[in-house]
């Protein structure tokens, strides 16, 4: 698989997002499952304001969205739960959620 068709989930649980920090490569897809029993938003804050914003979710509910390729943090948060908020960091490297592995490696 290429970072492209990679999806990451993040779970919004007792009014948190978790995690609330996850780094990954440029082109990963983000879906946020609520696993709560009351509803929530996912929307971009900060310098990402305008990016994105889920419709209100229900408990199961899913929203998606794919990050380009444009390294760097992307903050979220729900605006109904102030101190609910999350970071999303697109960058390059080894040490990246859905990098490549080396052979060898243990």
Do not use: C
């Amino acid at each position: 698989m290429t970072p492209s068709t990679k999806i990451t989930t993040i779970h919004i649980r007792n009014n948190s997002f978790v995690p609330a920090v996850l780094t990954v490569l440029p082109g990963t897809g983000i879906t946020w499952i609520n696993d709560d029993s009351v509803p929530h938003i996912v929307k971009a804050s900060g310098k990402s304001a305008g990016k994105f914003t889920s419709a209100t979710m229900v408990s199961g509910a899913r929203f998606g969205y794919t990050f380009g390729e444009t390294p760097g943090a992307y903050e979220y948060m729900d605006p109904g739960f102030p101190g609910m908020n999350g970071t999303i960091i697109i960058a390059n490297g080894a040490a990246v959620v859905g990098a490549p592995t080396t052979q060898g490696a243990p």
